[in-house]
Nanobody
Framework: QVQLVESGGGLVQAGESLTLSCATA????????MGWFRQAPGKEREFVAY????????YYANFVKGRFAISRDNAKSTLYLKLNDLKPEDTAVYYC????????????????WGQGTQVTVSS
């Protein structure tokens, strides 16, 4: 059974940082491209970043602008997202997902999803 479990969300003030984690089970983690998405209330789920399974490709959405950093630890089967200089508009549920594509940026390209972790940024 495939499981993706996010953690690390919370309530922070603008300018602060958070590190999200996504622990996985039931997949050969190193063989999957792993991504982060987010969904704000009333909005569609949007792509944030991915880390390719080959290990050489990392890609961010334009809005990230150097504030976020995606990483992965294949030995721990865990994906991370460091969120720096958070803004109120970053408030959303953050989801991790696994894809068998090389450079997936849409939700349709992902095979498995976690349940999400809430990030709330106050001004």
């Amino acid at each position: 059974q495939v499981q993706l479990v996010e953690s690390g969300g919370g309530l922070v003030q603008a300018g602060e940082s958070l590190t999200l984690s996504c622990a996985t089970a039931g997949i050969t983690f190193s063989a999957w491209t792993m991504g982060w998405f987010r969904q704000a209330p009333g909005k569609e789920r949007e792509f944030v970043a991915y880390f390719g399974w080959l290990g050489e490709s990392i890609y961010y959405a334009n809005f990230v602008k150097g504030r976020f950093a995606i990483s992965r630890d294949n030995a721990k089967s865990t994906l991370y997202l460091k969120l720096n200089d958070l803004k109120p508009e970053d408030t959303a549920v953050y989801y991790c997902a696994a894809s068998d594509e090389l450079r997936p940026v849409t939700t349709n390209e992902y095979n498995y999803w976690g349940q999400g972790t809430q990030v709330t940024v106050s001004s």
